[in-house]
T-cell receptor, first 116, second 112 residues
C-alpha cells in the first residue's frame, strides 16, 4: 500500500515568493494533519482536518499560512509571502479519525523548505 | 496547557544493553500515549500505543509503560543494536479530537 505522499521533497525559494506544499493521504483515512518540525521547537501541529473539514487551525503561525483539503485524497499548505523564518521541514500525516490519541498517525517523508 | 516532555535530548549506549527513554506529561492524564521512531530525513514511524489502563505493552524487543501516578511513560529497547539508533518521539492525545501533541524527541545512539 502506498503511504502518505508529499511533494516536493525539497523546496528552495526566495523570500516573498509563494510556496505550495502538497499531500496525498493514505486511502481510507479521514483525518489529515500538517506539522512543522524545527530543531528549536520540535514537531508542531499546524492544522488538522476531519472528513475534509478543518477542525483546529490554532497552530497556524499567521495569516500568511493557509491550508485546504478539497477532497479526501489531496491537501495543500500554502505560505504567501514566505519569510526566512518559515524554513523548516513540513510533514503531512493521516489516520483514521478517533479521540484522545487512540489512532496511530502515518507520516510522509516531509518537505524540506528553505527560504533565502 | 497539555505538555509532554522528553527529558533527554540524547542517549548513548553500547550494543546489547537496554535503552530506557523517558516521557513526562503535565496536567490531566491522557487516555493514550504513543511512541514513534524517526530516522534522519524521514517522517516519524508509529511503534506502539498504550492506553491509560494498561500498565505495560510489549512488541518484540520494545516495551512501553504508563504510570499515571508519576505522569510518566518509559520506553525500553532490550538487547539494543546499532540499527536501533534513531530519534524516538512520544506523543499524547489532546483533550478532544484526533490531534497528537509530540515531545521533542530523544536521539538514541547505539555503538557496537
Amino acid at each position: 500500500d502506498a503511504g502518505v505522499i508529499q511533494s516536493p521533497r525539497h523546496e528552495v525559494t526566495e523570500m516573498g515568493q509563494e510556496v505550495t506544499l502538497r499531500c496525498k493521504p493514505i486511502s481510507g483515512h479521514n483525518s489529515l494533519f500538517w506539522y512543522r518540525q524545527t530543531m528549536m521547537r520540535g514537531l508542531e501541529l499546524l492544522i488538522y482536518f476531519n472528513n475534509n473539514v478543518p477542525i483546529d487551525d490554532s497552530g497556524m503561525p499567521e495569516d500568511r499560512f493557509s491550508a485546504k483539503m478539497p477532497n479526501a485524497s489531496f491537501s495543500t499548505l500554502k505560505i504567501q509571502p514566505s519569510e526566512p523564518r518559515d524554513s523548516a521541514v513540513y510533514f503531512c500525516a493521516s489516520s483514521f479519525s478517533g479521540t484522545g490519541g487512540n489512532q496511530p498517525q502515518h507520516f510522509g517523508d516531509g518537505t524540506r523548505l528553505s527560504i533565502l | 496547557s497539555q505538555k509532554i516532555e522528553q527529558n533527554s535530548e540524547a542517549l548513548n549506549i553500547q550494543e546489547g544493553k537496554t535503552a530506557t527513554l523517558t516521557c513526562n506529561y503535565t496536567n490531566y492524564s491522557p487516555a493514550y500515549l504513543q511512541w514513534y521512531r524517526q530516522d534522519p530525513g524521514r517522517g516519524p514511524v508509529f511503534l506502539l500505543l498504550i492506553r491509560e489502563n494498561e500498565k505495560e505493552k510489549r512488541k518484540e524487543r520494545l516495551k512501553v509503560t504508563f504510570d499515571t501516578t508519576l505522569k510518566q511513560s518509559l520506553f525500553h529497547i532490550t538487547a539494543s543494536q546499532p540499527a536501533d539508533s534513531a530519534t524516538y518521539l512520544c506523543a499524547r492525545g489532546s483533550q478532544a479530537g484526533t490531534a497528537l501533541i509530540f515531545g521533542k524527541g530523544t536521539t538514541l545512539s547505539v555503538s557496537s
